[in-house]
């Protein structure tokens, strides 16, 4: 019988300087030594990836997007080396490849590429040989043969498809976090580690600014079933099991409350009211590659009036939002475009809010005896989002957490004598 397989992902602070790094290495010799066949996917070490994006815009305003796979890709190909020379010190034999030769092949869309196949030939006959596999994360190989990379924070992505594509018993996710929280503990001091979350919620999480886990791996995940494991890289104890809804035990009103500054909105006035208009402005948007989140559009009062969109995208997208929208104003006769970078986000997720009415009422009413302004709201049948100032969004979390009574202190006390939190 062959032995269970598992994925190992490092984040960048987990393989951020020699002692780190070696710290990775001897964990993962730790579960070869259990009997277990390992594939580690890694990061690039600690802020490497922002030092080369610097980089290329030191030399250039618009670096072009191939170029910058090419040197994006090379972070994780440093920490694939390095810790391979630190597990054969270890007395176990490793071997680094490059998402390329891994066989992770993806679509032509430079800085953002999606996985459309793992051939993962050269990763099983690896394993076969007894070695320990470390594939560089972030990466791949397009349909035409360039060099890819997958969007911030890919690696997750990388490793979930690494898992669905050997049939990993369970891809881990180490990271400098215990696991998934209730809220961002840096905000919340309060908030608790989930033992367990529904692929559902974790979409939901990671999409309203939850940054454990890319999106894209979340997704993957879900589609292929794999289970992921989210813990931290320096202790042993157990995370967080992002598994099917049905696997899950709790199913709890609210799981999480989450927040996001990075988001930016766009506000286009004197739109013309007519079909097709906003066709047009999202299918721009769509073809630069811009995710929107929430969309507004105010009917004009008056037949024949001006209509006024608004949305959110990635602060990041931005400046490609604004180019793709450039040619569309005149076309469509648009009068004017504003953006405004002080937006925030909040949202509470729970699988539980499905079947329970008053969750949205109850969320209205905690921002409000607050004094914090809702600018727009959008929902889903397990989230509801709030955009308000970004400066009011620590104080929003916070109210909303204790609202909903997510805090460690707060579960004890629903629990019967006897059956103490784990
Ligand atoms: N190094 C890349 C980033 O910082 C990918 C990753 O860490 O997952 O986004
Ligand atoms: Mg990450």
Redesign the pocket.
């Known amino acids: 019988m062959t032995p269970e397989t598992v994925v190992m992902k490092f984040?960048?602070t987990s393989v951020a300087d020699a002692e780190r790094l070696k710290r990775a290495a001897a964990r993962i010799v730790h579960q070869r030594e259990a009997g277990r066949r390992v594939v580690a996917v890694l990061?690039?070490r600690g802020h490497?990836?922002?030092e080369l994006i610097a980089m290329a815009e030191e030399v250039s305003p618009h670096p072009d997007p191939r170029e910058m796979d090419m040197l994006?890709s090379t972070?994780?190909r440093q920490s694939c080396a390095l810790c391979a020379m630190a597990i054969n010190d270890l007395g176990h034999r490793a071997i680094s490849l490059t998402g390329s030769q891994a066989g992770i092949v993806t679509d032509t869309s430079h800085t953002k590429a999606r996985i459309i196949d793992v051939r993962a030939d050269r990763i099983r006959d690896a394993l076969n040989d007894d070695l320990i596999v470390l594939v560089a994360?972030?990466q791949g190989v397009s349909t035409s043969r360039d060099v890819t990379t997958l969007g911030?924070?890919?690696?997750?992505t990388t490793a979930v498809a690494v898992a669905a594509a050997i049939g990993a018993a369970v891809c881990e996710i180490y990271t400098d976090v215990a696991g998934v929280f209730t809220a961002d503990p840096r905000v919340v001091p309060t908030a608790r580690k989930l033992p367990m979350v529904s692929f559902e919620e974790m979409l939901e999480m990671a999409a309203s600014g939850a940054k454990v886990l890319?999106l894209r791996s979340v997704e993957y995940a879900r589609t292929h079933g794999v289970k992921i494991h989210c813990r931290s890289s320096f202790d042993e104890s157990p995370g967080t099991f992002v598994i099917g809804e049905d696997e899950t035990m709790e199913h709890p009103l609210i799981t999480a409350v989450t927040h996001s500054t990075d988001e930016a909105r766009i506000t286009l006035t004197g739109v013309p009211d007519r079909p097709g208009v906003a066709a047009a402005i999202f299918r721009a948007l769509a073809d630069a590659n811009c995710n929107v989140d929430t969309i507004i559009q105010n009917e004009p009062r008056e037949e024949g009036r001006d209509a006024e969109v608004s949305f959110t995208i990635a602060s990041e997208d931005l400046r490609a939002a604004e180019r793709a929208l450039d040619p569309i104003m005149s076309e469509l006769g648009i009068a004017e475009i504003d953006t405004d970078r002080e937006i925030g986000k909040v949202s509470i997720i729970g699988a539980g809010m499905r079947s329970h009415p008053g969750v949205a009422a109850q969320v209205f009413e905690t921002l409000a005896d607050r004094e914090i302004n809702i600018e727009m709201i959008s929902t889903s049948p397990i989230k509801i989002s709030c955009v308000i100032r970004s400066e009011a969004v620590p104080q929003a979390v916070q109210a909303l957490h204790e609202a909903f009574q997510l805090s460690l202190a707060e579960v004890h006390e629903e629990r019967p004598i006897g059956q103490e939190a784990r």
């Open positions: 984040g960048g990061s690039a490497t990836t922002d994006l972070g994780e994360g972030f911030r924070g890919g690696s997750d890319q």
